[in-house]
């Protein structure tokens, strides 16, 4: 409710980076998820039965490299915007501040990610994938030579979250999730009304103004 409903003590500049903030962060875990639900259900393809299987095999992991780019993208986009807002003394960014292995490793996958295209151009392919994957031991995720553990990236998830989370004292940032789904929102309105007696003469009250 604080990212739509005015207050009076938040300018409109902070109401607009808190906002972006937002919009990235839940961007980078709604890919996050993306991306590990597409390993769990390829992890589920060997419990499939052999009938199922004659039928053909699915491979869900294809996708992995969609959904893993765009959570990286939208995760380093918000690491930049907060480490810019801790030195203005916007916001504290504490936690994230402390992850400097990760935030390197993040910011190196996220240039390669850039220049990609340019190098692809000038066959200059190198070693490794050319796309986002997981790693051979299944612990993380590899582009070219540069990897990054899955561990790191939750944690630099997490620690975005919960310095973000301090930008709005009512949330508690340790409260049970919820389904995901379309945003919903509602209003209560309760109206009052009051009868008035007349006097003893039998008059109604005359109104005042």
């Known amino acids: 409710m604080n990212t739509f409903v005015l207050e009076p003590d938040v300018s409109t500049e902070k ?3 808190r906002i972006w903030l937002m919009h990235c962060l839940v961007k980078t875990a709604r890919h996050y998820t993306a991306s590990r639900n597409l390993v769990l259900a390829q992890l589920g393809e060997s419990t499939r039965s052999a009938v199922e299987l004659a039928q053909g095999r699915q491979l869900p992991l294809l996708d992995f490299g969609f959904e893993m780019e765009d959570c990286i993208t939208s995760l380093e986009k918000a690491v930049v915007c907060i480490k810019a807002l801790s030195r203005g003394s916007e916001i504290s ?4 501040l402390k992850l400097n292995d990760e935030m390197q490793a993040l910011n190196a996958l996220r240039r390669q990610q850039e220049h990609m295209h340019t190098q692809i151009a000038a066959g200059q392919t190198g070693n490794g994938p ?10 993380g995720i590899q582009l070219r030579n540069l990897t990054m553990s899955f ?3 939750y944690r630099l998830v997490d620690a975005l979250y919960r310095d973000i989370a301090t930008l709005f004292p009512a949330h508690d940032p340790d409260s049970p999730a919820q389904s995901g789904g379309i945003p919903k929102m509602s209003m209560a309105v309760t109206m ?3 009868h008035q007696s007349a006097d003893a003469s039998g008059a109604a009250p005359k109104s005042v103004d």
Request: aromatic share 4%.
């Open 93 to 96: 960014a504490t936690r994230t």
């Open 151 to 153: 561990s790191a990236i």
């Open 130 to 139: 050319i796309i986002v994957t997981v790693t051979n031991d299944n612990d």
């Open 15 to 17: 109401r607009k980076w």
């Open 192 to 194: 009052e009304v009051r």
